[in-house]
């Protein structure tokens, strides 16, 4: 017995091994059917005209049904993602197509196994919002800001509803205004918005809207009083007969009003300010011996002050009349 076992087993060894293997191979070819899950990633299409308020989960797990053979050999990487399109969906549970998923030939999709998701959207809005220039620094003590204004004055920006419904509005960066003696011109960027889930509208993504800002600064006004000497220029226009026992009026005291920075230019100067002597004609036949004798001073700037400073300032009062009494003669 012992003999017939092992003759058996021996004689046409290699027949009986090749035997053997395509009994393997079939056994394996014509298995049943096995399943096997996959875990891969959702990807989520975004809604351009909505939000998604709920956390989709970052996975599904897929079941899949095939022959042994085909199920074995599948890796994950042949599957690619899951699609979730937020533009068709609907708001309640989240239900996934299975045509999203990429089959790999041979097996089919058994199951799409994924945590329960609400979905809840929230619109998305556009709105205009004023915008207020963020004006900083102080203005030296000459000069004052008058006015400032953006152009244009709003900008749309978009977002969710309830997002915009408490945003606060739209400010340019910060603008320093502490070294201007004149009028601002200028472009600037709008700052950031800040606030999670709004953009600008009609700029590229990541991009600040920029617009002119215009700030209205004037020289602060002011008045200086000053003391002209009018006792020569009224010597040296009359006759010393006129004035040799005229009392004369040694100085007349004016005002200056002006910005305060033309004001200024006059300090130091020994006179700003001459006069001019005007006689006036006197009717035929001559004055009334000892009658007064009318002269105008007329109040004019000296050469010492530039025409510049000149243009920006007044002289009030700009001339007196005075009447003087005659000497007898």
């Known amino acids: 017995m012992l003999e017939f076992v092992i003759e058996a087993a021996t004689k046409h060894w290699g027949t009986k091994a090749m035997a053997f293997l395509l ?35 970052a996975t599904v797990e897929v079941r899949l049904r095939g022959p042994w ?41 058994d199951q799409l196994l994924y945590d329960p998701v609400d979905l809840r959207f929230e619109a998305m809005v556009e709105r205009g919002f004023m915008i207020t220039a963020a004006v900083s620094g102080e203005l030296d003590g000459d000069h004052r800001l008058v006015t400032t204004r953006v152009e244009p004055d709003s900008w749309r920006v978009r977002g969710r509803e309830s997002a915009l419904d408490e945003f606060a509005g ?90 305060l920075t033309a004001l200024r230019e006059l300090e130091g100067l020994d006179a700003a300010i001459v006069p001019v002597v005007e006689i006036e004609p006197v009717a035929k036949g001559g004055a009334a011996r000892g009658a007064p004798l009318p002269v105008t001073l007329r109040f004019e700037w000296s050469e010492e002050v530039p025409e510049q400073t000149r243009a920006r300032l007044s002289i009030v009062p700009p001339l007196i009349r005075l009447r003087l009494a005659q000497a007898d003669r």
């Open 23 to 57: 009994a393997l191979l079939v056994f394996i070819v014509t298995r049943d059917e096995v399943t096997r899950s996959f875990t891969i990633p959702l990807v989520v299409v975004e809604d351009p005209e909505r939000v998604l308020l709920t956390e989709p989960p």
């Open 170 to 259: 739209l400010r340019t960066r910060a603008i320093d205004v502490s070294d201007a003696r004149g009028d601002l011109d200028q472009r600037v960027e709008l700052d950031a918005i800040g606030v999670p889930g709004i953009e600008f509208t009609g700029v590229a993504s990541g991009e600040r809207p920029v617009v002119r800002f215009v700030a209205v600064i004037t020289p602060v006004a002011g008045e200086l009083e000053l003391e002209v000497a009018t006792g020569a220029a009224l010597r040296a226009a009359l006759l010393p007969a006129d004035h040799d026992e005229m009392e004369l009026p040694a100085s007349e005291r004016v005002v200056v009003r002006g910005p």
């Open 69 to 109: 053979a085909d199920v074995n050999r599948i890796a994950s990487a042949e599957l690619g993602p899951a699609s979730l399109d937020l533009r068709e969906v609907r708001p309640g549970p989240m239900t996934l197509d299975p045509a999203s998923v990429v089959m790999p030939r041979g097996v089919v999709l």
